[in-house]
């Protein structure tokens, strides 16, 4: 039976990305993207996600790209506007579970940038502190190792618990680990991924 469900925030919750800031700063799709694609690529950014400061992070990137100096400082002096929105169709479903199943986060993010999305989306206060961050853990998903964190800390079973997120290689750790799984895409319905795992909300 399904006790708890797990929630990743980005792309699942909240609407978080380089563009929403980088398009008005190029004013150039082709710049930003040859940037986003070749100077602050993802694995750069997952590196603070993983526990790295976002002082180390900017200064290792500027020294590799000196270049780009102004453009890689920008990223992170500005990256409130890259966290535009929650996303209302989720965050709908996830206030009616409440009170109904134990609500978690486990989340890829920085220490450092996560307090600004608590401090400025209220259904983050449902999981009751429930969540665990791998910056401040310094393990990241898809590694096990933070999965792991999440069920010993809060004495969990997998096979009781629903994962969510829209990253396929996490979602196939937790599978392997005895999660059911939701892979969150743009055009999933949520409502009805929960459904059919037996959800009643």
Known sequence: ?????????????????????????????????????????????????????????TETLIKQHPDWEKEIRAYYDNWSVMLKSDIPKNVEILRKLEGK????????WSEETFPVALENYDFFQLFEGKIVVSGTEKLIKPDKEIFEVLLSRYIL?????????????????AKSLGFEVIHIKPETDLGEELGKLGIDF
């Open 1 to 57: 039976m399904i006790k708890n469900i797990i929630f990743d925030f980005g792309g699942v919750l909240m609407d978080w990305d380089p563009r929403y800031f980088f398009k008005t700063y190029f004013n150039d799709d082709e710049k930003m993207e040859w940037f986003l694609k070749n100077i602050a690529v993802d694995e750069w950014n997952i590196e603070q996600d993983r526990g790295r400061s976002l002082k180390e992070g």
């Open 101 to 108: 199943y134990h609500l978690y986060g486990l989340t890829n």
């Open 157 to 173: 079973k997998p096979d009781e618990s629903i994962f969510i997120d829209d990253n396929f290689k996490n979602i196939t750790t």
